[in-house]
Nanobody, 124 residues
Framework: QQHFVESGGGSVQPGGSLRLSCTASGFTLDGTYVGWYRQEPGREREGVAWISQRDGVTHYADSVKGRFIVSRGSAGNTVYLQMNNLMPGDTGLYYC?????????????????WGQGTQVTVSS
């Protein structure tokens, strides 16, 4: 069964950092676009960062530019999200997702595989 396994979430104070990991299971990330999304109860899922597994091109939501960094693992089946200078507005359940396409999209419905999510809570 194809899916992602996310890890690295937790609770931090504002200004803190976390590194999320996302490992593909049952499929290869070759040629895919991988995105990180977050969601709070009662709100729509929001995309925050994406990376092309083919050439490493990255995209970021304006709300996280300069604070979050998305990267690929050397083994090719893991993607990371380094989150710095975290703010309370970054709180949410963070998911990674893969789109079997070389074209970037921010639309969650166009992503084929999802993980179960890892909780990030930023509060003082």
């Amino acid at each position: 069964q194809q899916h992602f396994v996310e890890s690295g979430g937790g609770s931090v104070q504002p200004g803190g950092s976390l590194r999320l990991s996302c490992t593909a299971s049952g499929f290869t990330l070759d040629g895919t676009y991988v995105g990180w999304y977050r969601q709070e109860p009662g709100r729509e899922r929001e995309g925050v960062a994406w990376i092309s597994q083919r050439d490493g091109v990255t995209h970021y939501a304006d709300s996280v530019k300069g604070r979050f960094i998305v990267s690929r693992g050397s083994a090719g089946n893991t993607v990371y999200l380094q989150m710095n200078n975290l703010m309370p507005g970054d709180t949410g359940l963070y998911y990674c997702a893969a789109r079997i396409s070389r074209r970037w999209s921010i639309t969650p419905d166009l992503y084929d595989y999802w993980g179960q999510g890892t909780q990030v809570t930023v509060s003082s």
